[in-house]
């Protein structure tokens, strides 16, 4: 296969996934106040010390057995040995999730004391580690299709789970109003259902086999990383500690706000690439042109990071004012940097593939502890001087010592060579872009006396005309009609982004014909077809 190609698939992939994502997303923001209604604060509460269990257990298994399934798997080419593989790493995960999780079983009443102050609760406990243990042990079989790289079955499948997980949640939390017990049991009736599916498809297509030194490589690739996932634990709780210590509750709770819709990039880019990037990588290391195919993906994936990240930078603050109410309402470099450290977050991922490529998975984990100890280092002078600004930076300053360290020590074991001139002028471009517009109102300009004479009104009198005056006295009403300004600020904004793209052909990033291809009726057809194009002549 050529290099066009390998990036071709492999962001069309991700195109997939994310169209996937993004309908469970929308779902989900659906169904919000229904289960709010239902379930109250403190069924939310119990979930959320519930979903607190459960990351810890996550933390101890990690994904590292998967990433050895992917890692092993390409590094052969015999089919039946690849089979073994496949199956060797899909048994090993049921053992280490079963030997994580007993323990809780066991303890399940004194790890209900701990999470909720009681130990009667013991059986909620038991409930949502067997959920638990259904989702975990699926992701290797789950893996298995995605090395196959058949991303729209996947992606169908998952959405045909999105509206039996709905179903099941409609009818045990709405319909017999069982609460959070209604959440657990559509959890594990989920759970089971699905990793008796995935395991049955992975292994009738590779067989039943267990080979103990396919096992001992898995766990020897594995096992190294797990100090990096409580490094990573420590690092991602550090700041709102610190916060909650100094600052108080309520400015938590603008910190979580803020990451809560900053995060996005990674739900809408990160997650989706990185899916089917964790196995096509590895397809195409050892190529001749693998390290350039490598180099080229980094730079189209970074520069799709740097079009919604500056998208997200100006759309923020016009959310937060239309959303939330006002002691939400943040704008200025202070979102930038929010974006910009998951930008960063996203980046990091292509800078230690060596570490993987060599095996070398212990040194991920020194990586992740560095940081955390620079986390610290850096995040609580930063908060005590600059409140929650300090906060947003240290995070900012966190995810590039990360992406550092993870380049300079990964770049012995597997030289890519990243367009390091192209990523600057990228950067500098969306920072330039972003420093123009993100104090722009419509509210400034002479516009807005136009907009209050003659469109406000319009839009009263076809609100009133739809009968909207009447819900809540007449609040709605004027809650949109406010709103008008920040909808066309949004807008504005929106299009604005796009001057990125444009600049990126300024820059030479990108051929012209690609951007022509973005706006032409055939690529909503074929959405991937520039691809070719764009490794062919970068």
């Not at 609460?179 to 959890?187: I, N, R, T």
Request: with cysteine; glycine share 6%.
């Amino acid at each position: 296969m050529e290099s066009a190609s390998h990036i071709k698939n492999t962001f069309k992939h991700a195109l997939i996934f994310g169209g996937a994502g993004l309908i469970g997303k929308v779902i989900g923001f659906i169904m919000l106040p229904i289960y709010a209604y239902h379930l109250r604060a403190e069924g939310y509460g119990v979930i959320g010390m519930i979903d607190t269990v459960l990351s810890l257990l996550t933390l101890l298994i990690g994904y590292g057995i998967t990433g050895a399934m992917n890692r092993f798997y390409f590094e052969t080419y015999d089919t039946q040995k690849r089979k073994r593989i496949v199956s060797t790493t899909i048994i090993l995960m049921f053992f280490v999730v079963l030997i994580v999780c007993s323990p809780v079983l066991l303890l399940s009443k004194q790890v209900a004391w701990l999470a909720f102050g009681n130990k009667e609760w013991g059986n909620y406990i038991i409930l949502a580690v067997v959920a638990f243990m259904g989702t975990m042990t699926s992701k290797t079989a789950e893996n298995y299709i995605l090395i196959k790289q058949q991303s729209f079955i996947l992606s169908l499948i998952s959405l045909i789970r999105l509206v039996f997980q709905l179903s099941l949640n409609i009818y045990f939390i709405v319909v017999l109003q069982m609460g959070v017990l209604g959440y657990l049991y559509a959890s594990i009736i989920d759970a089971v259902l699905y990793t008796l599916f995935m395991h049955t498809n992975a292994l009738l297509r590779v067989g039943f086999s267990f080979e103990k030194n396919i096992a001992r490589n898995v766990l020897a690739f594995s096992l190294p990383l797990l100090p990096g996932y409580v490094a990573m634990f420590i690092r991602s709780n550090l700041d709102r500690i610190i916060l909650r210590t100094y600052l108080g509750l309520t400015t938590v709770g603008i910190f979580e706000m803020l990451f809560k819709f900053a995060t996005l990039l990674s739900f809408f880019v990160v997650q989706p690439f990185s899916k089917i990037w964790q196995v096509k990588r590895f397809e195409v290391c050892d190529l001749e042109d693998g390290p350039s195919i490598l180099s080229r993906v980094f730079t189209y994936h970074l520069a799709i990071m740097f079009f919604i990240g500056l998208l997200f930078s100006l759309e923020i603050p016009v959310i937060l004012k239309l959303l939330t109410p006002k002691e939400f309402w943040l704008s200025g470099f202070i979102i930038y940097f929010a974006v910009i450290s998951r930008v960063f977050n996203g980046a990091y991922y292509h800078f230690f593939f060596g570490l993987l490529y060599a095996k070398k998975t212990w040194k991920i984990s020194v990586i992740q502890w560095v940081t955390a100890i620079g986390s610290l280092i850096i995040t609580y002078p930063m908060i005590l001087l600059f409140n929650l600004y300090g906060a947003v930076v240290a995070s900012m300053l966190c995810g590039i010592l990360q992406c550092v360290l993870g380049y300079f020590m990964a770049r012995s074991y597997y030289v890519i060579p990243f367009a390091w001139g192209a990523l600057c002028r990228m950067a500098i471009m969306m920072t330039g872009l972003y420093w123009v517009a993100k104090d722009f109102s419509i509210t400034k300009l002479p516009a807005a006396g136009w907009l209050d004479l003659y469109v406000a009104p319009i839009i009263r009198q076809i609100l009133v005309f739809l009968s909207l005056d009447q819900v809540k006295n007449g609040k709605l009403l004027n809650y949109l009609v406010d709103g008008l300004p920040h909808l066309i600020d949004g807008i504005i904004l929106a299009c604005y982004s796009c001057s990125f793209i444009f600049g990126l052909v300024f820059l030479k990033i990108i051929p012209p014909d690609v951007v022509k291809s973005l706006f032409s009726i055939k690529i909503l057809r074929k959405p991937m077809k520039i691809f070719p194009q764009m490794a062919n002549k970068t």
